[in-house]
């Protein structure tokens, strides 16, 4: 089989990139998600095995259906205020590393992108994007594969973490034969996937189950979609975290009479994150109108507005203007 997509050219070109530097930066995006924090943890695993000094530098708060991680103790502020090599994973924005990071890579002498979200807009060394990949991970796993560089037990189960999320358990239309090549070696290389399914799907905490419960109980359904909106207030009142909500939006698509769903998450200081799913209609179009990205079936923006109601009306009326 046609064991992956990069070119040898940028394969080699990572490996220089990666010998020459003395120190490396690892960039977690902003609410990093598992595919994020299995790709980039799992990389500095390996290039420390290989004798690289490696950072995953970020300032957000893991949400805490992640905190199983191993390696999770590595991400942390940055200890420098520049590096040698900089990478962004799962991104290629600066405003997906938040603006805290910002001059940190702006400062670093050299950068690299792994991304298999398209549209990025970043000009660094190396870029490395692959939207045929249904995870960063993967691509983490093709370079780490073809160079033979070290892959132990925490380095397989963070890359089978990535895996397993950003594709739904293997659920979605872009996973390849490939994507199964990777996840059998992963697994005899010591990934434990049982344990990753229990803390993953299995160790939803009550609270969380009643705080998607009525996300979903204030859906609007109308023209073969749904939209829902998740206040701070709403997060509050359930004790949990904004990050508890990801699941309900391919609740919602799941349902048989929706073909797209809309959630819409309050933040501080006027930002609101849109997330979108749809079974066939292409939303990353939608997304990328709004200053966002992703993928067909998967993509999100953020609209900035002066209170909840008006992000609401507005987020509302661009689904209105779907047609599916």
Known sequence: MNKGKISKEKVDKFLELVDQAETIAIASHVNPDGDNLGSSLGLRRSLELYDKNVEVIGFDTIDDYLLFLPEIDHYKKPSMDSYDLFMFLDCSEFARIGEKLGPVAKASRKSLVLDHHVGGSLKTDLDIVLDTA??????VFELLDRLKLPIDRDVASLLYTGLCTDTNRFLY??????TFYMAGRLLSLGA??????RNLYQSKPMKVMKFETEIMQNAI??????YSVVSKELVEKHGVQMGDAENVISLLRDIDEVEVAMLLKEYDNGEYKVSLRSKDYDVSKIARANGGGGHIKASGFTIYAKCLDEATKKAFDMLKEIDV
């Open 221 to 226: 359904f109308f023209d073969k979609k749904a």
């Open 134 to 139: 249904p995870a960063t991970c993967q691509i």
């Open 192 to 197: 434990e996937s049982q344990y990753i399914y």
């Open 173 to 178: 239309s872009n996973v390849t034969e490939y």
